[in-house]
């Protein structure tokens, strides 16, 4: 059974940092293309990274380039998102999905509650 | 990169056909093959329903069908039941090497 089981999330101030760490169970997590997603309080969906199998490529979002990074580590089946200088408006709970194939994200974790507040 | 457009609701009877519309640009949903769309219930995490406009996962009802004409992405439900009620979100890649999400519609069965 394919799950993605996220973690990391938490309360921190603004400028803080914060580590995600998304763990990867019941597949090849090698031979997969993943993302980062968060949805705000009471907001939509919106992507945040896409980090492709073997790391050949990673995009980010307008929103967050600059200030989260994201990384893989195949042996460890786990997938990461560390965030810095974090703002008010990055409070959001914060989905690992795999794609199937490119941009199409048939896995979702259950997500990690991310609060940006003084 | 802005949000592709989706209507905010949705509303149908048991039994009825509805579909949600998402509109891109010529920088998006025009130019690429890669739309999906999700279902999300409030508390669970989101549901690939489409991918590549027009394909079905396995295990996902052929009570969903999509489409895409030009710039804009459609998601048609048909048969409603009760346990479709949820939101829906429709997603592409960007000539931006970017990724974006519709801002989400509210389906509400009647």
């Known amino acids: 059974e394919v799950q993605l089981v996220e973690s990391g999330g938490g309360l921190v101030q603004p400028g803080g940092s914060l580590r995600l760490s998304c763990a990867a169970s019941?597949?090849?997590?090698?031979?997969?293309?993943m993302n980062w997603v968060r949805q705000a309080p009471g907001k939509g969906l919106e992507w945040v990274s896409y980090i492709s199998r073997s790391s050949g490529a990673i995009y980010y979002g307008d929103s967050v380039r600059g200030r989260f990074t994201v990384s893989r580590d195949d042996a460890k089946n786990s997938m990461y998102l560390q965030m810095n200088s974090l703002r008010v408006e990055d409070t959001a709970l914060y989905y690992c999905a795999r794609d199937l194939h490119y941009y199409d994200s048939d896995y979702w974790g259950q997500g990690t509650l991310v609060t940006v507040s003084s | 990169q802005s949000a592709l457009t989706q209507p905010a609701s949705v509303s149908g009877s048991p039994g009825q056909s509805i579909t949600i519309s998402c509109t891109g640009t010529s920088s998006d949903v025009s130019d690429y093959k890669y739309v999906s769309w999700y279902q999300l219930h409030p508390g669970k995490a989101p549901k690939l329903l489409i991918y590549d406009v027009i394909n079905r996962p396995s295990g996902v009802s052929n009570r969903f069908s999509a489409s895409k004409s030009g710039n804009t992405a459609s998601l048609t439900i048909s048969g409603l039941q009760a346990e479709d009620e949820a939101d829906y979100y429709c997603s592409t890649y960007t000539a931006s090497r970017t990724r974006v999400f519709g801002g989400g519609t509210k389906l509400t069965v009647l």
């Open positions: 019941g597949f090849t997590f090698s031979n997969h293309n």
